[in-house]
């Protein structure tokens, strides 16, 4: 089972009202996973080893490093005894399209990308491009999504340390989900399972249960998705880029109430 693997129980001692009582307890399991991608370099990351293909796919295409699914060839993961070895190659014609434009001089020593607190990747991003659809969420359907989502983050209510995020249809129901013990991860697990099922990325919004900081909301407009909702804030960086950008976003979506900072003309009110 999927928790097993990624959870363990312990005693930890609990204070109540005066008193203390020894209890066990759930905790979620951090593993170390080294993505080589070949040619580019290497991404050192601390997640849960569920969905590593789909992380790596939605992680290159949403920080502007891919521009197709396609762009990424085999995937092999290797079990080191509980710390996980990714061998992602890259597609030929992105290798072509890299070489001729001379990005891939020097590669391996300027390493892949960010950790998950968004450091500049060091291999060129795609520019950011405003988004061009309306999505059309109709306000029931986007203050309906918190009670849609509510039996599928288990993982959270045991532990409270797993993040999730789905992908929400028009009708505000979930399309795709994944959870990761970091935002960012499962933003781009998400990202990535919506692109091997070949999803169109445009007429779906992300309900991340973190808050929206600036490389969140990046991923969003790289990967075209036209709205971005939480149950928490967002930070003022990632206000200015998706006003910049045309893309909607919620924040503090929870009893029925929630604030628009961007893009109201994404949701139907009235």
Known sequence: MVEE????????????????????????????ITFHVEPLGILDIIMAPESLN?????????????RHRD?????????????????????A???????????????????????ECGAPPAWPTRPLRPIEVRLGLPVE????????????????????AFHYAFLISRQGEPVHEAFDVGRHT?????????????ADLSTLALYTT???????ARKCVHAAIPLVISRSAPLSGAIDIARDND????????????????????????
């Open 5 to 32: 693997r990624i959870t363990r129980e312990i005693e930890v001692v609990r204070w109540r009202d005066g008193a203390t009582t020894r209890e066990p307890d759930l905790v979620a399991e951090e593993f170390g």
């Open 186 to 198: 499962a933003v781009d697990k998400v990202v990535g399972k919506a692109l091997i099922a070949n």
């Open 54 to 66: 789909e992380f790596i796919i939605g992680h290159l295409y949403s920080e502007g490093l891919i």
């Open 247 to 270: 893309l909607g976003m919620v924040g503090f979506l929870r009893g029925g109430r929630f604030n628009i900072y961007a893009g109201e003309e994404h949701i139907l009110i009235g």
């Open 93 to 115: 014609e992105i290798l072509k399209a890299a070489e001729n434009s001379g990005d891939l001089e020097g590669a391996h020593a300027r390493g892949l990308i960010q950790t």
């Open 71 to 91: 762009d990424v060839g085999d995937i092999l993961v290797a079990d080191r005894g509980g710390r996980f070895e990714v061998l992602v190659e890259l597609g």
């Open 141 to 160: 359907a986007l203050a309906g999504i918190p009670r849609a989502v509510r039996d599928r983050t288990e993982l959270f209510a045991r532990t409270g």
């Open 210 to 216: 973190g808050r929206i900081s600036s490389d969140i």
